[in-house]
T-cell receptor, first 114, second 109 residues
Framework: DVKVTQSSRYLVKRTGEKVFLECVQD?????MFWYRQDPGLGLRLIYF???????EKGDIPEGYSVSREKKERFSLILESASTNQTSMYLC?????????????FGSGTRLTVV | DAKTTQPNSMESNEEEPVHLPCNHS???????IHWYRQLPSQGPEYVIH???SNVNNRMASLAIAEDRKSSTLILHRATLRDAAVYYC??????????FGAGTRLTVKP
């Protein structure tokens, strides 16, 4: 069964900390994505990557960066965590960037910044 | 991006069929219609997708109107495990997946 694995299910960090959220997929997918999900706001795209070492900004990239050094791993970095980054973070992957292909999502990381 | 409109919530009885509607009047000729669902405390999962013809898989059926301005996700026999938020999404080749608010389906025993 194909899988997207997010390293932590729950995470609590302090304001100002540098936070790394890790995502690994075992499907040899080219494309990977990071979303955050908040009540009333739905899922919002933060960053995505179409290939190793490539990244593109989504709708809400401020306060975040990403790293994709290997095809199977896509990391989301909060340079200096703030309380408004408390959220559910979801990673997804897709084989290629064609509209006939779907996404596979991980189970999410619930991050609390205190 | 072409937008979709879904009811905020729907209710169904267990073991009865459920028809979840989605309006997408601004759909373009190359947009695929994707459906995902999100169970409580889980990431979204793929349900079904189509372009013009109706589609069936083990999870559901997708009925697409002839003018493609609307579609309906059909769960043939709802179970309690089908309670989730269902998202209808249009995708063209130039855009990535953008999720709306979806329809929260409640299944009553």
């Amino acid at each position: 069964d194909v899988k997207v694995t997010q390293s932590s299910r729950y995470l609590v960090k302090r304001t100002g900390e540098k936070v790394f959220l890790e995502c690994v997929q075992d499907m040899d997918h080219e494309n990977m994505f990071w979303y955050r999900q908040d009540p009333g706001l739905g899922l919002r795209l933060i960053y995505f990557s179409y290939d190793v070492k490539m990244k593109e900004k989504g709708d809400i990239p401020e306060g975040y960066s990403v790293s994709r050094e290997k095809k199977e791993r896509f990391s989301l970095i909060l340079e200096s965590a703030s309380t408004n980054q408390t959220s559910m973070y979801l990673c997804a992957s897709s084989l290629i960037r064609l509209n006939s292909y779907g996404y596979t999502f991980g189970s999410g990381t619930r991050l609390t910044v205190v | 991006d072409a937008k979709t409109t879904q009811p905020n919530s729907m209710e169904s009885n267990e073991e009865e069929p459920v028809h979840l509607p989605c309006n997408h009047s601004t759909i373009s000729g190359t947009d695929y219609i994707h459906w995902y669902r999100q169970l409580p405390s889980q990431g979204p999962e793929y349900v079904i997708h189509g372009l013009t013809s109706n589609v069936n898989n083990r999870m559901a059926s997708l009925a697409i109107a002839e003018d493609r301005k609307s579609s309906t996700l059909i769960l043939h026999r709802a179970t309690l495990r089908d309670a989730a938020v269902y998202y209808c999404i249009l995708r063209d080749n130039n855009n990535d997946m953008r999720f709306g608010a979806g329809t929260r389906l409640t299944v009553k025993p």
